[in-house]
């Protein structure tokens, strides 16, 4: 029993057993630095590469703190291009990264499958940073962790809770993760935003397993009542241009204020993955206020990503490795 | 007693017992560094972010290089961007910079207080690596230190001493942050230039206590007259134009060169905060000669931050912890 | 005995026993890398910048690599400038790089000659990464050990043995570093390409010792004939332009393809510095084919650069330090 994927690509093949383990991993890892002990140097010897074809400082500080904080080296490839030389290929690059001599590579990439396609060609741990409209394991992880360290703690700390997700869904790789590990974590999840956005996730709902709960809307009224939690999504405004949906419309209909917030249930608590357009998809005053878990998700960040680094190439993967990435793709 | 700052944001909130324990552990470092002696790992599982607004390659690898022969970790962030995304405002990045897990904060900005901005939202240590026109503390205690040493290294090395900084005063962190430290320090100061850029000067000479030199001339002849030393500040063309200063009256008049040192005291000795312009504020005679301290103000520039970062958080500040920024403003 | 350079400037000053003793070294590496063996830290407290005027972000990484295998600490200065600063000369921001406290300075530069300006300036270890069209020592070091580990390992593995480097050997700082490393193996190597780019290399090889053999032809029949080693170079395309040459030419002439590799010795391998114009100088079928070795190219950068930099700075050196740079230029 226990973790036992090589990479971590996407969390629709981490079971609900796999997702406790890494859970309660990050869980201590985040106790040990509120209180200001360091972890064991477990990736004492290990030299991780961080491939982000696409800038995220944040995203990327966060994989570099994780690794560091268990003794890994960190080595950053020039930022702005996505290959190593252009023209290269992603295939090539992976290949010569691997032959560099790394034993982990982390990518965040435009295009999605990007991280599979590097795990096909690296023999060491791969680990998806975000990749195109698709996936975003860490961060939904680490929104799950949010909320249950929020709610109580335990391993059902969702089970029949509310959980919104508002805004652009069709382009968020932060939705669709968050789809699978907060309806595997037994949430009831709502998608809602304008029709544009949603569109074809009535689909992924009736594709589910039954027990699973999602339901998709454009009306926030619906989404909003009773909810236990709004996650807030980042609106990017070219992708409105072009569109039939303007700015203004989208703030009038769907930007999280405290009244609207207020017309959750009584302590519901906002989510947002950032980076945040405050003043577009959330106020300032939420975004800054007592329910705002934002910062929290932040926190979260390197302590669920030490967990991630730790499993997938920790002791316990040495002896029976199983590929994730082939029983998902 | 003894150093007891959280942050080092301005020499102005240090007495001249905080900046002898400063210099004196700093002093210890540089004797350490000749002698190829590693510290001890004081600040080991420390992770330092590097926030470099204005690009500065000199000050930012002076600083990594100092963290880390006391053990710690640093962390660059993209430097084209001032902030991590753009639109955020400073403060969010800093909130996220302390979320995400940082202990320490290194802030160069071209806005003047941007690190008080950054002290108020970063649960760890900020260190200030010059903020516009206003403050450069590090600068200032290395030229200190760099004096003394050259002085014979006594405390009151620089009581008595005339001390001329020549150049664009007006807008020169270094020279605001100088005036400070040398005054404390008992040198009688001088402040040379060109009219537009030491106006208002005069003003800051009466509001020093009554014990601190301060002068201030445009007479390049009255500044180096007895001067024990010279200090040039670089000088941008871009601010000269508009201006009714041209560059080749700036030459004529300013420009230190061998025959202008020989007008200050026999075995004045020249300094530069660097980068330098040669042939504009000096001559490369100079700046190379027998009589520049250019490289050894460079040499003592991380054994000043290597103390620096222990003072702010080393274990003798964990008990009392006074937060200077907030006295200075 | 043994190893007594202070830099790595240049192959040409390497006797064959120096080389004997880094290949072994840097074959020892490559073993316990491996098998997972970490190597001594021994080169804990050392601080490595890495200056590269040129970009080049996997010569770069695999320095990073090696540096950090031995313990040391490595600082990248800000990519896209040469200088620390506008206008700064190299000799300036070298000696600002020495000041600051650095150890070791790495530096690849569009100059040839510039790490000999650096390592007059510089009071610790310089190793060439690469400069202008001159020379790259530890490319032609790591293959060097590709073809010895191919050819049984053994030192002299390569005597009798022919290699033919085919392409724009006028331009190639590897052609220029691997004639001295092949040759003092005891290779036949011939150099082949179109007229323009092989001028001059008569004289060449008319000024080499007697004992050593060079060749040179426009003939790539001739050059592949028995060869038991193909090493392309990358064309660029920039450089035909202007000249009589065409692209289309070029692959008709001198394109490596599985046919053209099978007139060459039976077993014969393909090795290419990187990165690769696939299908210009080589086909894609050969480049990824059994008989390629540009994988193991890249696997023995990281060995030969930690051997390197042990060997310059290494306990040995401490005592009769012998600077190769002066008695080679």
């Known amino acids: 029993m226990g973790w036992s994927a090589r990479h971590l690509l996407d969390v629709e093949g981490l079971s609900a057993a796999d997702v406790d383990e890494l859970l309660g991993l990050a869980d201590s890892f985040r106790s040990a630095v509120d209180q200001g002990i360091q972890p064991d140097a477990r990736l004492q010897g290990r030299h991780v590469a961080l491939l982000f074809a696409e800038p995220s400082t944040r995203t990327r500080l966060s994989f570099e703190l994780a690794a560091r904080r268990l003794g890994a080296q960190t080595y950053l490839l020039d930022p702005p291009s996505s290959s190593m030389v252009k023209g290269e290929t992603l295939t090539d690059t992976v290949r010569n990264l691997d032959a560099i001599g790394f034993d982990m590579l982390v990518v965040r990439h435009h295009r999605s499958g990007a991280p599979w396609v590097a795990a096909r060609h690296f023999g060491g741990h791969v680990l998806n940073a975000g990749d195109g409209w698709h996936a975003h394991p860490t961060q939904a992880l680490l929104d799950l962790l949010t909320l249950r360290r929020a709610w109580g703690g335990a391993a059902d700390a969702l089970r029949g809770r509310k959980v919104a997700i508002v805004g652009d869904i069709l382009h968020s790789r932060v939705a669709r993760s968050n789809v699978w590990t907060l309806t595997q974590a037994g949430a009831d ?106 910062l929290e998700q932040v926190r979260n960040g390197a302590p669920v990503r030490m967990a991630a680094m730790n499993l997938v190439c920790g002791p316990q993967t040495s002896s029976a490795t199983r590929d994730l990435s082939s029983a998902i793709r």
Chains 1, 2, 3 share one sequence.
């Open 189 to 294: 999840v709502w998608l809602c935003g304008p029709t544009a956005w949603i569109s074809g996730f009535d689909g992924l709902a009736r594709s589910l397993p039954s027990e699973r709960q999602l339901r998709v809307t454009d009306d926030l009224a619906a989404a909003l009542r009773d909810a236990d939690a709004v996650m807030g999504l980042r609106v990017q405004k070219e992708r409105m241009s072009g569109g039939k949906l303007s700015l203004v419309e989208y703030l009038e209909r769907y930007q999280i204020d405290a009244n609207r917030l207020a017309q959750a249930r009584p302590g519901a608590v906002y989510l947002h993955p950032g980076p945040i357009n405050e003043g577009v998809e959330v106020t300032r005053e939420v975004c800054l206020g007592p329910r705002s878990l934002v």
